[in-house]
């Protein structure tokens, strides 16, 4: 691992970040004549804005005039508003919402403080744009400019003029001379933006900024968070390596290839040792093995040879004492022979052995001396005897002893030089002193004690040799998965660079399908910028679907639209329809239609006798609608249709009218009107009557042959009067079984053919 070094600073220190004090923090933000915002000013909170309120008080609104816009300086729609669509413009946020006017102009401004003036002071930059749009025009005139003074406070900057308008371009700059600049072009003041707020920070890194900061201002973030393009995001947005750290970087790599061939030679060094320990290992247990039963061997012996010592030390005492108290008898002995011997001899030279008076009792008393002397020299022989004999052991006692001596310093000689190997040395020492000072269970207890802490010294160190074998074991294995690891790497990097490649190449083709998807989408509306940022978003789903939920949204927008215009149509057509319906019914069930009333009728019929024609005749079952029709329109023409027939001759009116005299109808030759009509039943007219008025009117396509109508009605020009026929008949109907049609007062009356002409006769 290399570790990168930090630059250093002009005293030799490493640089440091700025501190909280250092950096620019923003204080407060204003949005001026924008929106429903007519003057509003919002104050962070450590640099931090908090903004709450239900749906709709322009919480999102605020963000999009705001930030990042005034980073970013860039007016197209999918980057101004918080979801990414593009219904919403700068243009709209101007003129719309109820805006009056032709012109509106308004302001946006963000405020920023450091303490990284002279002596801890405080300074201030406020970075803004004039915004102007027209009601003729769909673009928004934009003046960004930035300032060292406040807006708001006394003695700083003004936005608006004495009578509360907001300042003219020209009135901004003469406001902004010597405190400020108003930039030619969005690219200059983004510029300025990006090296006095974020310095040090390349253009590249400010954009993949501003690409954050639009990702995380979406609204409900958390669901539709994108981790890849947030990782993206910020990879863009990490500081570009230079070449001496990609130097190093080499050299690092270089240096870990060394290290991993020297790690090479080192593993198989340790495979050699490994090797050779083994063996070492196995000849060493072997030794170990052998010189650990050799002493057990002598010192089993030694325990042996000191036992027999010591018996035959106890015998040779026990001997010893039986030949002092055999002496002691002899002497006893000799010294009894001595003095019966004497005894004897002072018996025989005495009177009285010589008198013989005591010879008997001498005699049985020498008798008795000599048997007793005879048992003591017998029992003296016999201690004499055991005493050669015990002498005899005594001396093959010793010789034995000093072969068991001998023995014995040889085995203590091969036990010191096993336990010198064995290193118990010590042991063996504090063995053979316990040993010259006599004590035999103490040597023993040292000798077992050492023995079994040599034992356990030997299970020690085989447990260790099989954990070391483990060990190694097990880091053989370890060694193989890393270098299958390795190798798996390899092949990853191997494999990541191809799927690099392929989805570079996938991405390409995304473009292609994408724009050629949009290009064929019919329901959806892309212009060139946004098939170009379409294009651009084809590597990350997200993008894409924010892209088209924008247009989505904006098509739906225009279909809910339309939806409303249709529905409302709709609405009016059924309300039209219900009221046409409801009328239809009503003359459903109207039993008379009546024809419209002629307007030189000016008599009074309510106290009249009889009925209009059209009350009094029905047409047969058998005769066709069309014929129906064409009949009611010749009639209507005629003036027949409404006409007044009388129950009796000479009905008389006050007032213009016209009346249908059956007294006064001739037959007519041919076809008459009573093939299609009769009449109705139940009329309050004789029907002889309607039979006698019904065959003197004439019936068919074309005149009959040399006839001349003896009235006819005409029109005020002296034309005569025509109807054209309707789709059905409105007054005269078949048996009272009436049904409104077109022609009625419930619909309107179409284009019709000319109706044939009925002909009255003279009456």
């Known amino acids: 691992m290399t570790v990168t070094p930090l630059p250093l600073g002009a005293s030799g220190s490493p640089a440091a970040s700025p501190g909280p004090g250092e950096r620019w923090q923003p204080t407060r933000a204003g949005v001026l004549n924008v929106w429903r915002y007519y003057d509003e000013v919002f104050t962070f909170h450590r640099g931090r804005l908090l903004l709450r309120g239900p749906n709709g008080t322009g919480k999102s609104k605020a963000l999009e005039v705001l930030l990042p816009f005034l980073f970013d300086a860039s007016l197209r729609p999918h980057r101004l508003s918080t979801f990414g669509g593009s219904e919403r413009t700068m243009h709209w946020n101007l003129m719309g919402e109820g805006a009056t006017g032709l012109t509106r102009v308004g302001y946006v401004w963000l405020e920023f403080r450091t303490a990284r003036g002279e002596g ?36 700083g900057l003004s936005l608006v003029n004495e009578s509360g308008q907001p300042l003219t371009r020209a009135s901004l700059a003469a406001e902004l001379a010597g405190h400020g600049d108003v930039y030619a072009s969005a690219a200059d003041y983004r510029d300025a933006v990006r090296r006095t707020l974020f310095p040090g920070l390349s253009e590249q890194r400010y954009g993949a900024l501003i690409t954050a900061l639009l990702q995380l201002r979406t609204p409900k973030l958390s669901q539709r968070l994108d981790p890849s393009l947030l990782s993206e995001l910020l990879s863009r947005a990490l500081p570009p390596l230079d070449q001496g750290e990609i130097s190093e970087l080499a050299d690092g790599f270089e240096r870990l290839d060394r290290r991993r061939e020297h790690l090479a030679r080192l593993e198989d060094e340790v495979r050699a040792a490994q090797a050779l320990g083994a063996r070492q290992r196995s000849y060493a247990q072997r030794v170990l093995r052998a010189g650990a039963a050799a002493l057990i061997s002598a010192t089993t012996d030694l325990d042996n040879r000191t036992r027999a010592a010591a018996e035959r030390e106890e015998e040779l005492r026990a001997a010893v004492a039986e030949r002092g108290r055999t002496e002691e008898r002899q002497r006893g002995t000799e010294a009894s022979v001595t003095e019966l011997s004497a005894r004897i001899e002072a018996l025989t030279e005495s009177d009285a052995y010589r008198e013989g008076r005591e010879l008997d009792g001498l005699r049985q008393r020498a008798a008795q001396a000599h048997r007793e002397a005879e048992a003591r020299h017998l029992a003296a022989g016999a201690a004499r005897t055991t005493a050669d004999e015990d002498e005899a052991r005594l001396a093959g006692a010793l010789d034995a002893v000093e072969a068991q001596a001998e023995r014995v310093r040889a085995a203590e000689s091969d036990s010191r030089q096993l336990a010198g190997r064995a290193g118990m040395s010590a042991a063996c020492t504090e063995v053979s002193g316990a040993l010259e000072a006599g004590d035999a269970d103490r040597a023993r207890q040292i000798l077992h004690g050492a023995v079994r802490g040599r034992r356990g010294q030997t299970e020690d160190v085989r447990e260790a040799l099989d954990a070391l074998r483990t060990a190694l074991t097990a880091r053989t294995a370890a060694e193989e998965r890393a270098e299958t690891s390795r190798t798996a790497l390899a092949a990853a990097a191997e ?269």
């Open 120 to 155: 801890g002071a405080e300074e201030f930059l406020t970075i803004g744009a004039r915004l102007q749009a027209g009601e003729r025009t769909t673009t928004v005139t934009t003046d960004f400019f930035t300032s060292r003074r406040r807006v708001g406070v006394p003695g």
């Open 495 to 763: 494999r990541r660079t191809e799927a690099a490649a392929g989805y570079q190449r996938a991405v390409a083709a995304q473009e292609e399908r994408l724009r050629g998807w949009a290009r064929r989408c019919g329901e959806l509306s892309f212009d060139e910028a946004a098939l170009d940022e379409l294009a651009g978003r084809a590597g990350g789903e997200a993008g894409v679907l924010a892209l088209v939920d924008a247009a989505t949204r904006t098509a739906d927008h225009a279909l809910t639209t339309a939806e409303a215009a249709v529905t409302a149509r709709l609405t009016t057509a059924g309300a039209e329809r219900e009221a046409l319906a409801a009328e239809a019914e009503r003359l459903r069930h109207t039993a008379d239609l009546a024809p419209p009333r002629p307007v030189f009728r000016t008599a009074d019929r309510a106290r009249l006798s009889g009925a209009p024609l059209w009350k009094l005749v029905a047409f047969h079952d058998t005769v066709p609608a069309a014929t129906r029709n064409a009949v009611e329109a010749a009639l209507e023409a005629s003036g027949l249709l409404d006409a007044w027939v009388a129950p009796y001759g000479g009905a008389v009116a006050l007032g213009h009218d016209a009346f249908a005299e059956a007294e006064w109808a001739v037959p007519a030759p041919g076809r008459q009107l009573g093939e299609v009509l009769g009449p109705e039943p139940g009329a309050p007219v004789p029907a002889e009557r309607i039979g006698q008025l019904l065959a003197g009117i004439a019936y068919g396509d074309t005149l009959p042959p040399r006839t001349v109508p003896r009235w006819a009605r005409t029109a005020p020009g002296g034309s005569p009067v025509r109807r054209e026929a309707g789709p059905s008949p409105t007054s005269l109907t078949s048996g009272r079984r009436r049904a409104p049609g077109p022609g009625s007062a419930a619909s309107p009356r179409w284009p019709r053919r000319s109706a044939p002409w009925t002909t009255p006769w003279p009456l």
